[in-house]
């Protein structure tokens, strides 16, 4: 099973700041299988980054997605007061199971 | 609109079953891949099981041999029929629609679509 590390845990930041989330693969995975989500307390997961790098329908541009192999990156580049949330990462690529990053919390400083 | 609803969730003891829906409107449930994703309390989500548009499906470790996920095509709607609960399945439990998408000679994966989940708490 490929584990997906994501750090930090919590990224203390304010408005305005650019928020530089990891996510680290125990074994190699195909950009193709690489996606990002945001939650929010007491909302479903939203679909941000697909492809590793591709925005998802609706998704401002201060949202990027970055990397390869075992080292991806989502970058939020000037953070809005309802970018506050938690981010999960999530592969395929040890389809059909699916595993997700245990989340980075995006908290205001 | 594209939209799911989940239904069904509600407290129930150990050892005993619970069968969540997930109605979709705006899409066909049985031409897509469709998941189920879990959340514990204050926890991170955790894939459950997939259904595949040809009707294979697949299980997480944890819930293999006690849940099935199965679709009824006239209804549109999805399920997942949970046995021999156990107090570690307390999640809020999602559906998702699960994409696989051609692009630039590969294909992406990933869930697009979620409803806003039924929540499932086993205790006695």
């Known amino acids: 099973e490929i584990v997906l590390t994501q750090s930090p845990g919590t990224l203390s930041l304010s408005p305005g700041e650019r928020a530089t989330l990891s996510c680290r693969a125990s074994?190699?995975?195909?950009?193709?299988?690489l996606a990002w989500y945001q939650q929010k307390p007491g909302q479903a997961p939203r679909l941000l980054i697909y492809?590793?790098?591709s925005r998802a329908t609706g998704i401002p541009d201060r949202f990027s997605g970055s990397g390869s192999g075992t080292d991806f990156t989502l970058t939020i580049s000037r953070l809005e007061p309802e970018d506050f949330a938690v981010y999960y990462c999530?592969?395929?690529?040890?389809?059909?199971?699916?595993?997700f990053g245990g989340g980075t919390k995006v908290e205001i400083k | 609109e594209v939209q799911l609803v989940e239904s069904g969730g509600g407290l129930v003891q150990p050892g005993g079953s619970l069968r969540l829906s997930c109605a979709a409107s705006?899409?066909?449930?049985?031409?897509?891949?469709m998941s189920w994703v879990r959340q514990a309390p204050g926890k991170g989500l955790e894939w459950v099981s997939v259904?595949?548009?040809?009707?294979?499906?697949y299980y997480a470790d944890s819930v293999k041999g006690r849940f099935t996920i199965s679709r009824d095509n006239s209804k549109n709607t999805l399920y997942l029929q949970m046995n021999s609960l156990r107090a570690e399945d307390t999640a809020v439990y999602y559906c998702?629609?699960?994409?696989?998408?051609?692009?630039?000679?590969?294909?992406?994966?990933?869930?697009?679509?979620w409803g806003k989940g039924t929540t499932v708490t086993v205790s006695s």
């Open positions: 998702a629609r699960d994409r696989r998408v051609a692009a630039a000679g590969t294909w992406d994966y990933y869930m697009d679509v």
């Open positions: 999530q592969q395929y690529g040890s389809s059909p199971r699916v595993t």
């Open positions: 259904i595949y548009s040809g009707g294979s499906t």
């Open positions: 492809g590793a790098s």
């Open positions: 705006g899409f066909t449930v049985s031409s897509n891949y």
């Open positions: 074994q190699s995975v195909s950009s193709s299988y």
